[in-house]
């Protein structure tokens, strides 16, 4: 540990959402314009408006009696302690090799996940993105998907890039293409201790059209062919289940439609994700009729499912 408190370079490693996240305090704050209002969740209450984050800047302020200032400042006041305690603090939520780790908070210990952040050359032509889930070859360049021809850890796969909530790129998944490996080992392979449930595929391209609504569905293959059909606020929940940090972005939404897959599981799932999901804001399911998934569909009964549902 750097015993200098560096406090500058703290501010260069974790942002002020990061660490409101870190310690929970940012479920009932909504976004606007690069601000963060809400009640104050440092003393509680309800005025929708006493508190209010600048992104850019950094900076919070309770107009109600609990002050304002930076990271630092945050730090001291939730935990009520010194600098040096607030510096040690963020240190750890900074993490030993100067990682931020999505979904870190000060109480657990680190995932050993290395996020691998270097940009590979992907063949976007790949038979199963243009023939099986109808996603055009500008599309797969857009998203960055298609076959990594020199990596060991995705071959015979369809590579798709991963990025954490806040956009930075974390490495690669690979949608196996044989049978029999899928059969052995499942349609997906993930890197080591990848953070799945901090992660939404597509939230970094969805999330400036978030307020007005947001598509939920489970695999990437749906949030690209959304996107190609020009409805640009989906994202992908790799899987069906529904982990805190997932939520918390979510329900800066102000209205979910769910579209998960047209299976026992899928549905099983939204049902329960529903559950949780309308305590906090609007939640719509639809379900596919006649398809099994999303990307069965063409673009055109794409758009007019999110159509239907007027408040997108
Ligand atoms: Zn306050």
Known sequence: MNNTFDFKWLKSQINIQQVLSAYQLDGRLKEKNDTLYGPCPLHGGNNPTAFRVELNRGLWHCFTHCGGGDIVELVR???????????????RLVGPKNVIHP??????????????????????????????????VDTAIHHQVGIASHSRFLRDMVAVRLHDLLGNPI?????????????????????????????????????????????????????????????????????????????QWIIASPSVLLILDNDPAGQKAATQIALTLKTYTKTIIHKLSDVLEPEDLSDDQLRSIANNYSFF
């Open 103 to 136: 979904g870190a908070t000060c109480s657990s210990p680190q995932k050993s996940f290395v996020p691998f952040t270097h940009k590979l050359i992907l063949n976007p032509n790949v038979s199963f993105l243009q023939k099986e889930k109808n996603i055009s």
């Open 171 to 247: 490495g690669y998944c690979g949608r196996r293409l044989h049978p029999e490996d899928i059969e052995k080992w499942g349609k997906w392979r993930f890197p080591q201790n990848l953070p799945k449930s901090s992660l939404l595929f597509n939230a970094h391209r969805a999330k400036p059209y978030r307020q007005n609504g947001i598509i939920l569905v489970e695999c990437p293959w749906a949030a690209i062919r959304f996107a190609q059909a020009g409805i640009k606020n989906t994202v992908a929940l790799l899987g069906t289940s529904l982990a805190p940090d997932q939520i």
């Open 77 to 91: 006041h939730i935990e009520n302690s010194s600098y040096p305690q607030a510096a040690r603090s963020l240190y």
